[in-house]
T-cell receptor, first 113, second 110 residues
């Protein structure tokens, strides 16, 4: 079964600070995704990647950057964190097929004070 | 932009009941339809998917898809307390991206 891990699992940051959320997958999937989950909104796509070196904007990319330095790792970067970015963030990976199942990590709970 | 809506927002059913969850989408070109289940504090996990009109059954779970009406649904037969979770529908239009609904929170009471 796909293994996707995230770190940290919980993070408290200050407004204006820089936050980096990390994701690692061990299944050699080409595609990786970052979502945030808020009550009433479900999962919303922030950034995604088709492979090492590629990043694409999702539906809500403002205030976020992404980095895919290798097949296994995909990071989400908040350069200037704001309280509105308080949320639970999920990373996912999947095969590069249109109908491929997505495998999710355990999530990171981020609180920006 | 693809819009995906789920109903109801929440649902409480007795153990053994049939549960029906609904999902509507806006893009008639959509090609892949899936349900994910998320237990409290856990990661979402794929439950079932369907590509063509009709229905698909796996154990107690059945998906119905009607592309013409832009609607698909999940039915759970003989609902169990362990089915209590947030159910998310997901729609893909063929570009590796998925749009998820806001979810239906299901509680099955013994």
């Amino acid at each position: 079964e796909a293994a996707v891990t995230q770190s940290p699992r919980n993070k408290v940051a200050v407004t204006g600070g820089k936050v980096t959320l990390s994701c690692n997958q061990t299944n050699n999937h080409n595609n990786m995704y970052w979502y945030r989950q808020d009550t009433g909104h479900g999962l919303r796509l922030i950034h995604y990647s088709y492979g090492a070196g590629s990043t694409e904007k999702g539906d809500i990319p403002d205030g976020y950057k992404a980095s895919r330095p290798s097949q296994e790792n995909f990071s989400l970067i908040l350069e200037l964190a704001t309280p509105s970015q308080t949320s639970v963030y999920f990373c996912a990976s999947g095969e590069q097929e249109n109908y491929a199942e997505q495998f999710f990590g355990p999530g990171t709970r981020l609180t920006v004070l | 932009q693809q819009k995906v809506q789920q109903s109801p927002e929440s649902l409480i059913v007795p153990e053994g009941a049939m549960t029906s969850l609904n999902c509507t989408f806006s893009d008639s070109a959509s090609q892949y339809f899936a349900w994910y289940r998320q237990h409290s504090g856990k990661a979402p996990k794929a439950l079932m998917s369907i590509f063509s009109n009709g229905e698909k059954e796996e154990g107690r779970f059945t998906i119905h898809l009607n592309k013409a009406s832009l609607h698909f649904s999940l039915h759970i037969r003989d609902s169990q307390p362990s089915d209590s979770a947030l159910y998310l529908c997901a729609v893909n239009t063929g570009n590796y991206k998925y749009v998820f609904g806001a979810g239906t929170r299901l509680k099955v009471i013994a």
